[in-house]
């Protein structure tokens, strides 16, 4: 069966630190790969999506500059919070589809983001 | 403007019950409308999905009922299960890979 897996599962950084977050699909090739937050109150955000042989695109409000991502192969995606603040706190989801197979994204249990 | 709607926001109902969830959308170019579950702690798992080409979809005890003239679809939970207690997020997908999804409902499923 298709399986996202994603760590850390949570995390806790100082205000104007950074760090990193890592997605790994397993059972399916990852062709396309979406970051999204959810924030406390539950709404999704989506923030990048990227995709194997294109540009990642990001969502207004979000930028490279502050949520580099990296998806080196078909199984694995990386996405950094850099300069983090109370604002970015939320799950961090990793939404993995393959497009050859059809439309099925797939979430791993996302990475908690808290900052003090 | 909120591109997908959900409602109730919180459902109860007993055990045994159907369970009956209700989305909108506003963009006549959705294609592809998956529900999730997710538990707390958890990441959304995809439940069901139906495209706008079919009017229903069922996979166990779940069904997706759609109706593109009117831009709305419901998720009806058959005979409902306290382990069917969650947050279901109605989502919708222009075939591109970006989900937008509604702001979920809780629901209840009291024993």
């Known amino acids: 069966g298709a399986l996202v897996y994603q760590y850390p599962r949570r995390t806790i950084c100082k205000s104007g630190t950074s760090m990193r977050m890592e997605c790994q699909a397993v059972?399916?090739?990852?062709?396309?790969v979406a970051w999204y937050r959810q924030s406390p109150q539950k709404t999704f955000e989506l923030i990048a999506l990227s995709t194997v042989n294109s540009a990642i695109k990001y969502e207004q409000n979000f930028t490279q500059e502050k949520f580099p991502i990296s998806h080196p192969n078909l199984s694995f995606s990386s996405m950094t919070v850099l300069n983090a603040y109370l604002e970015d706190r939320g799950l961090y989801l990793c939404?993995?589809?393959?497009?050859?197979?059809?439309?099925?994204?797939?979430f791993g249990p996302g990475t908690r983001l808290t900052v003090l | 403007q909120q591109q997908v709607r959900q409602s109730p926001q919180s459902l109860t109902v007993w055990e045994g019950e159907t369970a009956i969830l209700n989305c909108s959308y506003e963009n006549s170019a959705f294609d592809y409308f998956p529900w999730y579950q997710q538990f707390p702690g958890e990441g959304p798992a995809l439940l069901i999905a139906i495209r706008s080409v079919s009017d229903k979809k069922e996979d166990g005890g779940f069904t997706i009922f759609f109706n593109k003239r009117e831009k709305n679809l419901s998720l009806h939970i058959k005979d409902s299960q306290p382990g069917d207690s969650a947050t279901y997020f109605c989502?919708?997908?222009?075939?591109?890979?970006?989900?937008?999804f509604g702001d979920g409902t809780v629901l209840t499923v009291k024993p």
């Open positions: 059972g399916f090739q990852a062709t396309s």
């Open positions: 939404g993995a589809r393959d497009r050859d197979w059809g439309d099925e994204q797939y």
């Open positions: 989502a919708a997908n222009t075939n591109t890979g970006k989900l937008t």
